[in-house]
Structures are given as structure tokens and as C-alpha cells.
């Protein structure tokens, strides 16, 4: 569940260091999902099937790397938080960020039939449009040049990125649920009693926790809602600087 | 300031914190009133909000000012305009403290009983081994402990809290139960490494911490006037040496506490047990921190430069 409203005002004074780690690491970051979008559309375009399309075959494949660097770099943004570089709760960064780095290692990487799956695709669209705006965002504004279009896309975008991402999210841990079923397959992704420390496991049941968080949704995506207006209008809501 | 005349009172605007809007006006309050006293006079007109559901504060964003302070000491008969935060239907603190402890009482011992819609028709019969049995005594034992103690020995410096906390409270201490108890009493149950030497000795540690945490209840009891809220520095007392922590920490209730579920944990030798351990460890350590700054603040000097908060000399 994604994006990461708010992040990134920075400090009054940052250091010249500080602006220039932040600028390579969202430079970085813009590339990278820029890459993973083109590898997606590259490979979507190449379906001549609709079972090709509705598996997404091969695509895990093409976006694999990337996907997991850029994914797993974002838990930066907690430390850039809890050290004050950039102005935004750490505890709330991760909560932001812990969804997707779950999707990406604990479904699709852990139980590799979730790879195919249309799920993914959405999912990536979804995110790596976000990323792009957000992190080419946060580069620009380092310097105050970011268009006022990229802030009107970033604050707009999200009303249907955000619904088709998560909708993703869902049907790829769900199509993962329905693989580790079976109680064969399920007992290899869980822990089984006995054992030493007297803990038991069942992945499958941990999934529909997953699920349930989901529920979720609707506050976060209103709460962006409210967010949106108060950076596109300030003058409809009180704004304080 | 003379005191006593009617020219002494003023027009009072009850702002709300959050948002735009005046919650009420009242027209002639006096400048010696307390907060308590225009808690009163606030539920009077608005009855949904009784006075223990009122947060005061002079600016929007400022903290909650204490009820025994007057209004003039607040410069808010110079102002004319009060913050008002709605804290939410409250709920008595016994209650709370009720809900949370029966709950653990009550679900372990369910499933204690093994019953068969959670382990399977067999499982009643299956032979448990005395780390589980002593298990759900110390379970049993802590919760009835404390379920006694709310009704017998604390005293409650606030009477109530948001109704959202019984929530809170009841979903952590009711779910870890459950996960606990799941394990431990599990017929697949694995007993402890070094047998039954590691079974007595946690239940030995269990036990002392336990008392340590009954005598330091006590001793607080008795710290507190009845029927007051009077702040008291601790200090140990000459009969009862589990007292003599208060040495070390401001907290060695929690201390204690965190004793006994080391105990728990290592004589069951359950990976939850451990972690509920460390979830505990982690909120009363928050608590003791905000009890030991209180306590630094309330007394500065006079207050004991050794004391830690709830680890002798580390935290």
C-alpha cells in the first residue's frame, strides 16, 4: 500500500552533503523505476495472446533485479527519517513501505507461481508511475525547481494509481494463496510443530492476515484525498508556512 | 487582583482545538476558577461532556493544562478564549484493568482444557508434560494476582481513560494470550532442553519476581494517602527487602515484571512467550522512562541520583 504522502519536506538548512546524497539517491531511484516501467511495457507489447497477457508471462523475469534493488532501497527512506534528513515520522515511512517489500520477497520471490499473474503487472505499472513522480519530485524540489505540473501529477495520479496497485497487491497474494493451498505444498512454506521452540507456522493463514490489513485502504486513500487539497488549494484549507 | 466581586468575572469564549468553532460561551466565570471548576460549569451545558471527557489548553496546539490551576494564572481572563479538546467517551481505569486481566484468565484456561475444535478430537487424552501444567498455573496465578490487586490495592491517580484503550488493551493482552496458550498446551509440545532443571528454575524465577512485584504494589499503595492524588518520592522499607530495587530504579515494579516472564518463558521454552516478554519489556520500559521524568521533575533535587528508570544502571 503505497505512497508516501508528505515525505519529504526537508529540514530548514540541510547540508550541501545531505543535498547531495539525497539528489544521487533519487536520481538513482527515477532511473531505476523508469527501467522497470520500460522493461514492463517492452514485455506487455510483445503478448500476442490474452493467456500470455493474463499470466504476464515472462515478466517477472525481465524486471526481477531492478525490481527488488529499487524496492528494497526504499527502506533508506526509514533511516534518512530517523536521521533527519528528510522531515517525515520513520515509523510511518515504514509502515508505508513494508506492503510492497512484502510483495516482492514474500509472495512473488517466496512462491514463484505468484510471478505469473496479471497481478504483478498492475502492481508494477502502478508503482513504478508513483516512483517516478514522487522520487523525480523530491529531486527537483531539492533545488525548488519542481514544475508545478509534476506536483499537480503527483498529488493527482495516485486517484487511480493507487486503487489499481493495490488491487494488483491483492490479486497476486491471492493467486499465491490458491498455489500453497494444498496441505503438501502448504507445509513447506510453513513451520510445523515440533519443534524446540515450540512455534508453528502456516503461511497460508499469515497471507489471509496480510489480507485483512488491506481493509486499510479506504482511510489511507481518503487521508490522501485530504492531502491533495491542501497542497493543490492552500487557500481552500488553512496552511500553516 | 481583589478577589471576591462580581467585577472580578469575565466573558469566556470555548474554543475548540482542532477545527474552527466555539464549543460554548460562558458569560460571567470567575478569574479565581480552577480548570476543574469550568470543567463543571461546562458539563452543566453541555451534558455530553462530562468533565473527566474535557482537555483544556491556551493555544490551539499547546498542552493540556492541570485542573488546579486557576484561569487568571493562565492569562486567560486577559484573553478571553480557551481550547477545548474532546477526549472521547471515557471509561473507568477499573474497568479496563477487569476486562484485560479476566480475558487472559479466561483463554488460557480454554485452552488448557485442550479442546478438541482446536487440537483435534484426541488431544484431551494425550499425556501433557509438567512444563505446561505449571504453565497455566503461572498464567493463572499472575492474572487472578492482578485482578485481586486492581480491586484490593492500587488506587488510581486518574479515574477514567478513552474508551478506544479497552480496545487497544483488551487485543493485546487477549491475543498474545491466545498465542501463548496455543503453544504451550499444543499435544505436539515440545518440553524444555535441560529438562526438569530448567523447568524449576524458571518456575523459581518466576515466583520471586512475582512477590517482588506484590511488595512493590503495596508499598506504592501505602505511599498514596486514601482519597488523594499526593506525589511521594518511594523509597525501600526496612521489612521487606524485595523493596530494595527502589535503590536502582524508579520502576521496579516493572522490573519485576519483566522478571516473571523471563521465568515464564524459560520454563516453557516457547518462542511466543518470548516475544511477549520482549513486546512487554518494551512498553513498560516507555512507562517507567515517563514515570521516572515525572518523578526527576515533581521532586529535582531531593530525588535519588542513582535511581535508573527499570534497568539498574543501564536504562
Redesign the interface.
Known amino acids: 500500500m503505497d505512497p508516501r504522502k508528505q515525505s519529504s519536506t526537508r529540514k530548514q538548512s540541510p547540508s550541501q552533503l545531505t543535498t547531495a546524497y539525497l539528489l544521487i539517491y533519487n536520481s538513482v531511484l527515477t532511473i531505476g523505476w523508469t527501467l522497470i516501467l520500460f522493461e514492463t511495457i517492452k514485455r506487455v507489447i510483445s503478448y500476442n495472446s490474452f493467456g500470455d497477457f493474463w499470466e504476464c508471462y515472462g515478466l517477472w523475469n525481465a524486471i526481477e533485479l531492478p525490481l527488488k534493488i529499487c524496492q528494497t532501497a526504499a527502506f533508506l527512506e526509514v533511516f534518512h527519517a530517523m536521521f533527519g534528513l528528510v522531515r517525515s515520522n520513520p515509523m510511518i515511512v515504514l509502515i508505508q513501505i513494508i506492503s510492497r517489500v512484502f510483495l516482492v520477497w514474500g509472495v512473488a520471490n517466496y512462491i514463484p507461481h505468484a510471478q505469473h499473474s496479471i497481478g504483478i503487472l498492475l502492481a508494477v505499472t502502478a508503482w513504478s508511475i508513483t516512483e517516478i513522480i514522487r522520487y523525480g519530485y523530491y529531486a527537483l524540489n531539492l533545488f525548488q525547481t519542481s514544475p508545478q505540473l509534476l506536483t499537480w501529477c503527483r498529488y493527482s495520479f495516485f486517484i487511480v494509481l493507487y486503487p489499481l496497485g493495490v488491487t494488483g497487491e491483492l490479486v497476486t497474494i491471492i493467486k499465491a494463496m490458491r498455489t500453497i493451498y494444498p496441505e503438501s505444498v502448504r507445509n513447506r512454506y510453513s513451520i510445523l510443530?515440533?519443534?524446540?521452540?515450540?512455534?508453528?507456522f502456516d503461511y497460508f493463514y499469515f497471507l489471509v492476515v496480510v489480507l485483512l490489513a488491506y481493509t486499510y485502504f479506504p482511510t489511507m486513500y481518503k487521508h490522501m484525498f485530504t492531502q491533495r487539497a491542501k497542497t493543490l488549494n492552500p487557500s481552500s484549507s488553512k496552511k500553516v508556512n | 487582583m481583589s478577589g471576591k466581586t462580581q467585577g472580578n468575572t469575565f466573558r469566556l469564549e470555548v474554543l475548540k482545538a482542532r477545527g474552527n468553532g466555539v464549543v460554548t460561551t460562558i458569560e460571567n466565570i470567575s478569574a479565581n476558577a480552577t480548570i476543574a471548576d469550568l470543567k463543571k460549569q461546562v458539563a452543566q451545558k453541555k451534558p455530553k461532556l462530562y468533565p473527566d471527557r474535557q482537555s483544556y489548553r491556551n493555544e490551539p496546539t499547546g498542552k493540556s493544562v492541570k485542573d488546579t490551576q486557576k484561569l487568571s494564572e493562565l492569562n486567560v481572563d486577559k484573553t478571553g478564549k480557551i481550547y477545548f479538546k474532546d477526549l472521547g467517551p471515557q471509561i473507568g481505569w477499573s474497568t479496563v484493568f477487569m476486562a484485560e486481566y479476566a480475558g487472559p484468565l479466561v483463554i488460557y484456561l480454554l485452552f488448557y482444557i485442550r479442546p478438541s475444535i482446536i487440537y483435534g478430537s484426541s488431544a484431551s487424552s494425550k499425556p501433557m508434560h509438567l512444563a505446561a501444567h505449571l504453565g497455566a498455573a503461572c498464567w493463572t496465578f499472575h492474572y487472578a494476582k492482578r485482578i485481586l490487586e486492581t480491586i484490593f490495592v492500587h488506587r488510581f491517580s486518574h479515574s477514567t481513560m478513552p474508551i478506544f484503550n479497552l480496545f487497544k488493551n483488551c487485543g493485546y493482552y487477549w491475543g498474545f494470550t491466545a498465542m501463548v496458550a496455543y503453544f504451550v498446551n499444543h499435544p505436539k509440545y515440545t518440553p524444555p532442553l535441560f529438562g526438569s532443571a530448567q523447568v524449576f528454575l524458571g518456575l523459581a524465577i518466576f515466583l520471586i519476581n512475582e512477590l517482588g512485584n506484590l511488595s512493590i504494589h503495596l508499598l506504592l499503595r501505602n505511599l498514596r494517602p486514601p482519597g488523594t492524588t499526593e506525589r511521594r518520592i518511594p523509597y525501600p522499607n526496612k521489612t521487606n527487602p524485595f523493596t530494595n530495587l527502589f535503590h536502582f530504579v524508579s520502576c521496579p515494579n516493572y522490573t519485576y515484571e519483566v522478571g516473571s516472564w523471563l521465568g515464564f518463558s524459560l520454563m516453557t521454552q516457547t518462542l511466543t512467550a518470548f516475544l511477549f516478554t520482549i513486546a512487554g519489556t518494551v512498553q513498560m520500559t516507555v512507562w517507567a522512562k515517563q514515570k521516572h521524568r515525572a518523578y526527576k521533575k515533581d521532586f529535582a533535587d531531593k530525588y535519588p541520583k542513582q535511581r535508573k528508570s527499570i534497568i539498574p544502571f543501564i536504562i
Not at chain 1, 510443530?193 to 508453528?200: I, Q
Open positions: 510443530l515440533p519443534n524446540k521452540l515450540n512455534f508453528g
